[in-house]
């Protein structure tokens, strides 16, 4: 802010605080996106996936007596059972007839999963009515566009199963839209619900579960968790986390979350190299007052130690303001959701999460870069 002899030297110091500022800023806001939609996924993940599943390591089914769901229930920090059975069945509906997975469930499992909030037609209690529930992209596969059209379900009769009479082998039932999901890619393909009893008697699997869904309290430890549920329900079952589950999707968030941080630091270390035109200038215009200092008795480290610091004020100023854009940015986005996701998303607008871990994190790779070239450039000036 001082006068200089060549009001460049001024303009150019504005240019390198803008300079390290726009990447600091742009680094804090990705990083706050990339959390955001991160925490979106996970959120989407819950709606069908349990924090914690039990399943059998041998068939696709298992005796509803075989594990003691009153011992899980009373580990402390188990909020919530929910079993459920699933196979592939084929649908029928409007002349159209289509493979789907169905899950037979019961109202228990809209209290471990969170797939009834992304319900958008209908409701969760069409379940009790013997009515089925269906991803979008599934309904309209099947031509069912509006709740009450008749779908029926055909499954095979493994008890009756005849080679000479296949048909006689076939399990039908009949149902009608009761309500459509309406969220990722995913879960709009592959959602199909319908009651617990009726699915377990169109599958012949009376009394038959594919398996438990446990919800946990937030404060639970869900390795503690999964270790004691396994020593009741033995070495015949698995217990699966949802960690363990998404272990590849996790994978690779980390991997590009690494990525971001990479080439954010890389492009910091490129803003930083605009502080090195700075600092040589200001080392031109204060070779008098370098030549006094010496005269003085002023070392040659005290000196450098000046025009470093400055470098490093330079780049404070610079990472402060970026940091105080993009941190403003970002509660703005979170509180009003300016920036809109087009193309009829479940979300409306980005989804975003300040962390303060990455803000210190942004922080401090321009700093580090920044004091890095400031010391380098001094040095090589006074060599």
Known sequence: FS???????NIIAWVSLVAVAVPTAAMIILLAMFDGLTGSINTLNTAIDADIEIVAKRGQTFDSKAIDIDAITAIEGVECIAPYIEQSVMASAAGRHYPIYIRGVDMRYFEVMTLDSYIARGSKEAITSGDIILGSALASSLGAYGIGTEIELYALNRKQLSTLLPTSGVSKLGTRLGGVVSANN???ESVALVELTSAQELLNHKDRYSCIA?????????????????NIVGDEFDVVTRHRKNASIDAILRMEKFAIVL???????VAAFAIVGTVVMLITEKSRDIATL????????LICRIFVGEGVLLTSAGTLLGAVLGIAFTLVQQIWGVVKIPGGSIFEAYPVSLSAVDVILV???????????STLTVRSRFR
Do not use: F, Q, Y
């Open 294 to 301: 010496r005269a003085m008795g002023a070392s040659r480290k």
């Open 363 to 373: 922080i401090s790779i321009v700093m580090a870069m920044g004091a890095t070239v």
């Open 214 to 230: 446990i919800k946990l309290g937030d404060s639970a430890d869900i390795s503690r968790m999964s270790e004691s549920i396994s």
């Open 3 to 9: 006068p200089k002899s060549h009001s460049v030297i």
């Open 263 to 269: 080439i954010g630091a890389l492009i910091a270390l």
């Open 186 to 188: 995913e879960i709009n």
